[in-house]
């Protein structure tokens, strides 16, 4: 049997954690009110979204604007030949 480590952690203290993952899987699943993401996470996340939609709108604003229904009159283009 191997030695533990020594460790500072929070995580080794938890009595729920029985160090088998489908244990705190399943904790986990039955309490989702206890369980949330670190600040740090939310924070890094939320800067990536607005990124993501910056470049988003700087795309659409570069692209070439098509019309998508062009007015061509009395002609609706369904009986060419």
Not at 26 to 50: A, F, G, L
Not at 51 to 57: E, N, V
Request: positive net charge; charged residues 35%.
């Amino acid at each position: 049997m191997t030695r533990r480590k020594k460790t500072r952690s929070l995580a080794d203290k938890v009595q729920i954690r029985t160090g088998r993952r489908k244990d705190y899987k399943k904790w986990r699943h039955e309490n989702p009110d206890q369980v949330t993401s670190s600040t740090r996470y939310t924070q890094k996340k939320r800067q990536q979204r607005k990124i993501q939609a910056a470049r988003k709108l700087a795309r659409q604003e570069a692209g070439q604007s098509i019309a998508i229904h062009p007015e061509q009159g009395s002609d609706t283009g369904s009986s060419e030949q």
